[in-house]
């Protein structure tokens, strides 16, 4: 069966003890970003499609990897992000008080 998908790094050696016979190569920068974003998609998929609690933190801690992976990608420090989060959380950008926009109706300056 074909995959050509990003798989955990102890994946080899779990399908190996499974008796799997399974072809593996390292992936190339560009090839990874591509394979990170298909996961990244897949996972929220699969976070979506998930009904028990336990399944979504499941799939919110792969969630968190695979963007802890993309932040290493592009270069961009998890601290300098932390920092830009907690910024936009002490403007105005959280969701603690879950407030829904139902509709905007544009004012007209004449």
Request: proline share 3%.
């Amino acid at each position: 069966m074909k995959h050509d998908s990003l798989v955990r790094d102890l994946h080899p050696q779990h399908a190996k003890k499974q008796n799997r016979n399974c072809v593996y190569r390292n992936a190339t920068p560009a090839e990874t970003h591509k394979a990170l974003l298909k996961t990244f998609y897949t996972d929220v998929k699969g976070f979506l499609n998930a009904t028990q609690v336990a399944d979504k933190a499941e799939k919110l801690a792969d969630l968190h990897e695979v963007v802890e992976h993309l932040m290493d990608y592009y270069g961009l420090p998890h601290e300098e992000i932390r920092m830009i989060k907690e910024k936009k959380r002490q403007e105005f950008w959280s969701f603690d008080n879950k407030i829904i926009l139902e509709e905007e109706i544009m004012i007209v300056e004449r």
